[in-house]
């Protein structure tokens, strides 16, 4: 994630409240006890495409393609459910039942909430990077 990322709660330096408490997924931790590097990448990984793909919605809102939308939403709630990241995983169901039964133009809204829960684990999981891993609030 870029420092200028609108999903930036740390552009002060220090968030103002403890986000929602994240943790990899067991399978991951199983994994990253042999390769230490390997959840600070994923959450980067993710991020990175998250971000990507919470753009391309956007655009596909905007010119109405159901086809890129349904595409990109389908992607984040399977990356989603990789990572542990239920909220997430959750309003991206919501999205896709909500677009085989409305105009995608009445999806906007449902969107900006994916948003803000794609915001919230970004917050979570630099929150869990930035405390050893371990600590509470």
């Not at 998250?50 to 990109?72: C, F, M, P």
């Not at 919501?94 to 919230?120: C, F, H, K, M, N």
Request: hydrophobic residues 40%; proline residues 5%; glycine residues 2%.
């Amino acid at each position: 994630m870029t420092p200028d990322s609108q999903f930036d709660p740390y552009q002060s330096g220090q968030p103002a409240a403890c986000p929602t408490l994240w943790s990899p997924p067991e399978t991951i931790q199983e994994l990253a006890a042999e390769e230490t590097d390997l959840v600070a990448e994923l959450i980067q990984s993710f991020t990175a495409d998250v971000e990507d793909r919470l753009h391309l919605i956007r655009s596909a809102l905007n010119s109405a393609n159901t086809v890129v939308l349904r595409y990109q939403i389908h992607a984040i709630k399977g990356s989603s459910k990789q990572m542990a990241a239920d909220r997430v995983a959750s309003i991206c169901e919501q999205i896709e039942a909500a677009g085989r039964e409305r105009p995608i133009s009445q999806l906007a809204d449902l969107v900006t909430q994916l948003e803000v829960r794609v915001g919230e684990v970004c917050a979570a999981m630099a929150w869990y990077q930035r405390t050893d891993n371990r600590r509470a609030c």
